[in-house]
C-alpha cells in the first residue's frame, strides 16, 4: 500500500469511527427524548447509555443543546434534498400531491429524523420553521399576498401547520395508509380549502377595488 493509500485508509476509517460514535449518542438521545423532555437530559446519563466516555461527548458538542441543533441541521440538510429536489413552480393537483408523496415517503424510510425535526417537542426547532419556508416556495397560491386585514393572508399558515400535524399523526398511526393515497388527500383538502377560503372572503377584493 503506497503512502497515500495509507492516509486515504486512515482517513476513511476515522471517518468511519465518528460517524459511528455520532450514531450511538444520537440514538442514545432520541431514546432519552420518548422519556423525558431534552431539559432534563444530562450528558452524564447520556454518554452511560451510549457507553461512551463524556470526554469524547464534549469532543463534538459543547453541551446537549449544541447536539440538539447540529442533528437538527444535519436532518434539515435530509429533508432539504427532498423539499428542493422538483420543479420551480407546481401548477396542478397532480404535481403537489406528488410533492407530498415524496415528503411522506422520506418519513416513512427516515421515521425517527423525520419525527425528530417536524415536531414541536424540542426547543427553539428552527429546523422546522425553515422546512415551512421551503415548503411556502412551492406550495400552489403561496405567492399570493393579502392585505393585513385579510384573513385569507394565513391560508398557507393553516395549510403548512395542518400539513406537519397531518404527517406527525401519519406515523403516530402507522403509516399504515400508503405515501400515494395520503398524499392526494393532503392535496385535495388543501387545494380545495384555499379555493373555499378564496371564495368565502372574496368581498375583500370588492372593498379594495371600491
Not at 67 to 83: G, H, K, P, R, T
Not at 130 to 143: E, G, Q, S, T
Not at 196 to 210: P, T
Request: aromatic fraction near 10%; charge should be negative.
Amino acid at each position: 500500500m503506497s503512502n497515500i493509500e495509507e492516509r486515504l485508509s486512515k482517513v476513511n476509517a476515522n471517518d468511519r469511527r465518528v460517524k459511528r460514535t455520532k450514531k450511538l449518542l444520537r440514538d442514545s438521545l432520541f431514546t432519552l427524548l420518548q422519556e423525558k423532555s431534552i431539559n432534563e437530559i444530562t450528558v452524564t446519563e447520556l454518554t452511560e447509555i451510549a457507553d461512551i466516555n463524556r470526554a469524547t461527548f464534549y469532543f463534538y458538542y459543547t453541551d446537549i443543546m449544541d447536539m440538539l441543533d447540529q442533528i437538527q441541521n444535519e436532518a434539515y440538510e435530509l429533508f432539504e434534498d427532498v423539499l428542493v429536489g422538483t420543479e420551480d413552480h407546481i401548477d396542478s393537483m397532480e404535481d403537489f400531491a406528488k410533492y407530498i408523496e415524496n415528503i411522506l415517503i422520506f418519513c416513512k424510510e427516515n421515521p425517527t429524523i423525520a419525527r425528530f425535526v417536524i415536531t414541536r417537542e424540542y426547543n427553539n426547532n428552527k429546523v422546522l420553521k425553515k422546512i415551512k419556508k421551503l415548503l411556502a416556495k412551492k406550495v400552489p397560491v403561496a405567492k399570493e399576498n393579502y392585505s393585513q386585514d385579510d384573513p385569507r393572508r394565513f391560508v398557507l399558515n393553516f395549510a403548512l401547520n395542518a400539513l406537519t400535524g397531518t404527517v406527525v399523526d401519519w406515523m403516530d398511526d402507522g403509516m399504515i395508509i400508503p405515501p400515494p393515497i395520503m398524499a392526494e388527500f393532503i392535496a385535495n383538502m388543501y387545494i380545495s380549502g384555499s379555493l373555499h377560503a378564496k371564495q368565502k372572503f372574496q368581498s375583500y377584493d370588492k372593498e379594495d377595488d371600491e
